[in-house]
Each structure stands twice: as C-alpha cells, then as structure tokens.
C-alpha cells in the first residue's frame, strides 16, 4: 500500500470548528466523490481534540502546537497511484481538491508526503 499523509493546519480566520465543520461535511463529501478519478481506496479525516488533557501532554513533551488534523489517504501500490494520476479525471480532481482546499487549509503550511506504514503493534482491535 502506498499512503499520503497529509498534516493540516487551518487558514488564518478560521476557528477550529469552523476548520473541522467544513473539512467533513463539505469537503470530505468531495473527496468522496471524486474518488472513483482518483484511484485510492481508502480516505481518513484525523480531527484534533482541542482539550485540557491534549495540551497537558503537549506541554510536558514541550511540542510545538499541533496541527489541526491529518488526512491519510491510500492506494494499492505505486504504481496504481502513477496510473491514476496519467488519466485527465485525475487531474480535474486534483485540480477541484486543490481549489477546494485553498478556502479552509494553510497550504503552505501544511506539510505533506507519500509514505509506507511499517506496523509494529496492531493489536486485537486493529
């Protein structure tokens, strides 16, 4: 599996739940949508917990502010995601998310990345 991880901080204006409110209900049903021209068969909204228990463990570790969310998304392989990305659909939905991501993400400051997970504990409930 090839994944994107893709660690969201919200635009300068935008409350948190204003980020959360619009990243589910108007741009995952895009994402959703666009789908099929994209090729990956899995997509994950992390939403931040903005509470006391979430900064006290920040502030002992002495990390920087958090992000406001992660996206992960996936795909069978490389080279499915190569394959998707050569078909014009999957570039008129890049291009829609891209859009569509300017009005509630700081893009700039919104790192992101391919990746492969390597599972070192799964779990039972995995």
């Avoid at 949508?33 to 002495?62: E, N």
């Avoid at 969310?69 to 490389?78: F, I, M, N, T």
């Avoid at 569509?100 to 995995?126: H, M, T």
Wanted: aromatic residues 10%.
């Amino acid at each position: 599996m090839l994944k994107l991880t893709f660690c969201l901080r919200r635009r300068p204006g935008l409350t948190l739940a204003e980020f959360q409110d619009y990243w589910v209900n108007k741009h995952g049903p895009l994402v959703r949508r666009l789908q099929p021209a994209l090729g990956m068969v899995r997509y994950v909204q992390v939403h931040r917990l903005d509470t006391d228990l979430a900064d006290g463990m920040r502030k002992v570790r002495g990390a920087p502010e958090p992000y406001d969310g992660v996206a992960e998304l996936w795909w069978e392989s490389e080279e499915s995601f190569r394959a998707a990305r050569r078909h014009p659909e999957a570039r008129e939905a890049g291009r829609l998310l891209l859009e569509d991501e300017a009005k509630f993400i700081d893009l700039p400051n919104s790192p992101l990345w391919l990746n492969r997970e390597q599972v070192i504990y799964a779990g039972s409930a995995c």
